[in-house]
Nanobody
Framework: QVQLVESGGGLVQAGGSLSISCAAS????????MGWFRQAPGKEREFVSA????????YYADSVKGRFTISRDNAKNTLHLQMNSLKPEDTAVYYC????????????????????WGQGTQVTVSS
């Protein structure tokens, strides 16, 4: 299995940028499709972005498309999420997740498809 640890969260003003990362250890990182999800207080967890095992395919929620960029470095076992033009509604705990397979977008957005999760990192966007 794989262990995931997020980092890089913090407080940023609306319109600002923040980059968060997820370090993976354990089995071969390149064998896992990766995703970012977030959960705001009082709300259900929601899909943010996903990336295929090779990094060739990326998916984004409509709410972050054009503002967030997901990337991965399989040599360094690291997943990144660059967040630009942040809005107060982006405030949430952000979780990275891993799945030992490839799947289409219809499944990549489903949290239950990912058996491995990090502990989360808080991102707070002030207005």
């Amino acid at each position: 299995q794989v262990q995931l640890v997020e980092s890089g969260g913090g407080l940023v003003q609306a319109g600002g940028s923040l980059s968060i990362s997820c370090a993976a250890s354990g089995r071969t990182f390149g064998g896992y499709a990766m995703g970012w999800f977030r959960q705001a207080p009082g709300k259900e967890r929601e899909f943010v972005s996903a990336i295929s095992r090779s990094g060739t395919n990326t998916y984004y929620a409509d709410s972050v498309k054009g503002r967030f960029t997901i990337s991965r470095d399989n040599a360094k076992n690291t997943l990144h999420l660059q967040m630009n033009s942040l809005k107060p509604e982006d405030t949430a705990v952000y979780y990275c997740a891993a799945a030992p397979k490839s799947f289409p977008l219809q499944l990549a957005i489903v949290g239950a498809e990912y058996p491995y999760w990090g502990q989360g990192t808080q991102v707070t966007v002030s207005s």
